[in-house]
């Protein structure tokens, strides 16, 4: 089970952190993703890394603004989120699958609710 949290509102420049507590096995087979959903468009990939071993994959839009990464002890997925703007609204989702990094959400075996983020100018 996922379960995501840190969404709210913020003014664009703002920073924000969002978690995604894990329940249930883990391995560092595992690769762990960011989804988001912008207001009346597809689900998009955002970043994603691998539970284990670190490496890490971003979209463009996003890359050198967001960080994402796990918490083995915590058993936590997080996207630190930097200097916002108003198209980084959405609906932010994590995904987890077996096997490597895909930036497909097909690829993805479970998700979790979904957490709002919305910026503001």
Known sequence: QLVESGGGLVQAGDS?????????RTSPTYAMGWFRQPPGKDREFVAAITWGYGGAVYAASVRGRFTISVDNAEKALY???????PEDTAIYYCAAKVGNIR???????????????TVSL
Do not use: I, P
């Not at 924000?16 to 249930?24: D, E, H, I």
């Open 79 to 85: 996207l630190q989120m930097n200097d916002l703007n």
């Open 103 to 117: 930036t497909n959400q097909d690829a993805y075996d479970y998700w979790g609710q979904g957490t709002q983020v």
């Open 16 to 24: 924000l952190r969002l978690s995604c507590a894990v329940s249930g």
